[in-house]
């Protein structure tokens, strides 16, 4: 796998590449990064708040309502996404 880890976790020490550009994107920017952390707060457990983050990131597709290639790619790309690792990115930092 393209920029895979020497321990087999994937993606630069993630789960895939799908999770570690979403956790580095929202963390890159401090406007998101405060978001972000703010959401994953409100809840108590990772599974919440992992539903509560995918259901903003589907939110914010600005391709949703649109019928292309791209907006189907897009699609499959964020359903790769393993989602309680982000919330544990989030919370742990």
């Not at 880890?5 to 401090?30: H, I, K, M, V």
């Not at 409100?42 to 309502?65: C, G």
């Amino acid at each position: 796998m393209h920029g895979q880890s020497d321990n087999n976790r994937g993606y630069n020490g993630w789960s895939n590449f799908e999770t570690w550009a979403t956790g580095l994107w929202l963390g890159n920017d401090p406007g998101s990064d405060e978001f972000i952390r703010a959401l994953v707060g409100k809840y108590e457990t990772n599974h919440e708040a992992a539903q509560a983050l995918k259901d903003h990131i589907e939110e914010m597709n600005p391709l949703e309502d649109q019928a292309s290639l791209y907006t189907d790619l897009l699609r499959a790309a964020i359903g790769e996404i393993n989602w309680i690792e982000v919330v544990e990115h989030f919370r742990e930092e």
